[in-house]
Every structure is written in C-alpha cells, then in structure tokens.
C-alpha cells in the first residue's frame, strides 16, 4: 500500500532533549516536506527537500533540523527540544513538486515538550 | 505578501443540509488551487484540484469552483453526511512560500445528526 508512515505517533518528553521523528515514504516520491499544525495558525512549512541531499528551509525552520541521505527518509530533528515546539508534525510526500502535484500526508505526530 | 483566506473559520449543520466554504486567495502567479480533507487527528487528503482554466469540477458530493478573475474558490458539499466532518483546508501553488505553495488555515466543519 503506497503510504507516508510517520513515528512515532505520540511523543512526551521535557525540556532540552534531543530527538527524531522518523518519515518514511514507499511511493519513490522526489519531493518530502514537514508541516507543523497549531490550533488557529493552520499548517506551517518546517523544511522540504526537493530530491535526496537538498533540503531547504520552510517558513519556520528555527529549532528543526532534516537531513535526505535517502529517497525514502526525511527525519526531523529537535536536537533541544522546548514547550513552543509542543503540536502535531505532518510529513508529506508528492513525485515532485511541480503543477498539479498533490501532497500524500502521513498520520501526525503529536509531540508535547514539558 | 501571498495569502490565502479561508472562511467561515468554522461552522455547524444538520446531517443532510449543503454547504459552501469560501477560500480567496493573493497569490501570484497563480498555478493551482487544491482543496484537502483533514479528519481530526489524521493527515490531509486531497479532494480536489482546480487549474486557471477551470470553474468547476467535482468529486462525489463535493464540487469545487474558481473564479480566478476575482481569486476565489468555494467548496460545496451536497446533502452533507456525518462523515463529512472534518477541516477543509485550501492550498494555493503560486509565487508564495518556501517552495511555491501557500496553506490556508481551513475551516472547520461540523455535521450534527
């Protein structure tokens, strides 16, 4: 089945962490990107990347890091995580980024920083 | 500055009853205009996908419009079911964003029984 698989799907941890939230697509896809969703502010770019090894900032990149050593994985790393990072994490995947390309979602990722 | 402008921010109907959510947009140049579905606690999924040279197009019950003279769209949904509540969100892919694409912050729709 082609599908976007975040994990994991629930995250707790405090202050000051380092960690990773794995995405992983089965579709070959070109184009992967990480959103961000916060109640009122709707769905916020983190970082994208347009084939493996280029990764490019969104609009809120800041406390984030990604790397694409493979087609398949983008990762998204809080390398220190703090409480604004607290929201629920989209990958997203499509062939490529161009017209008419429509966006595979995974199923979120729901991280809370105490 | 692109944007994109989604109303109302939600809204409450009866199972059975239609209705139209609004999406104006300012992006420019403008490529396409995508309307996702995005059940609570799931990820978005595309519903529709409207072109400059369209006005309509549907998808079951959901029909979408664009007038891109006036940069508007608008979802319908037809003889709404319970399952129909979600968050509709409008991406426009034009000149904005980090990569082309500008989200929405969608409208959130409940269907009462």
């Known amino acids: 089945e082609a599908q976007v698989t975040q994990n994991p799907r629930y995250l707790i941890t405090v202050t000051g962490k380092k960690l990773t939230v794995t995405c992983s697509q089965n579709?070959?896809?070109?184009?992967m990107s990480w959103y961000r969703q916060d109640p009122g502010l709707g769905l916020r770019q983190i970082y994208y990347?347009?084939?493996?090894?280029?990764?490019d900032k969104g609009d809120v990149p800041e406390g984030y890091k990604v790397s694409r050593k493979e087609k398949r994985n983008f990762p998204l790393i809080l390398e220190s995580t703090s409480p604004n990072q607290t929201s629920l994490y989209f990958c997203?995947?499509?062939?490529?980024?161009?017209?008419?390309?429509?966006?595979?979602f995974g199923s979120g990722t729901q991280l809370s920083v105490l | 500055k692109n944007q994109v402008e989604q109303s109302p921010q939600s809204l409450i109907i009866l199972e059975g009853k239609n209705c139209t959510l609004q999406c104006n947009y300012t992006v420019s140049p403008f490529s396409n205009l995508r309307w996702y579905k995005q059940d609570t606690g799931r990820g978005p999924v595309s519903l529709t996908i409207?072109?400059?040279?369209?006005n309509t197009k549907s998808n079951g019950r959901y029909t979408a419009t664009l007038d891109a003279d006036t940069k508007q769209s608008s979802l319908h949904i037809t003889a709404s079911q319970l399952s129909d509540s979600a968050s509709y969100i409008c991406?426009?892919?034009?000149?904005?964003?980090?990569?082309?694409?500008?989200f929405g912050k969608g409208t959130h729709l409940i269907i009462q029984p």
């Open positions: 579709m070959n896809h070109e184009y």
């Open positions: 997203a995947s499509s062939p490529r980024q161009g017209a008419g390309e429509k966006l595979f």
């Open positions: 990347s347009m084939n493996v090894e280029v990764t």
């Open positions: 409207m072109t400059f040279s369209e």
């Open positions: 991406v426009v892919r034009g000149g904005g964003g980090a990569d082309g694409l500008t």
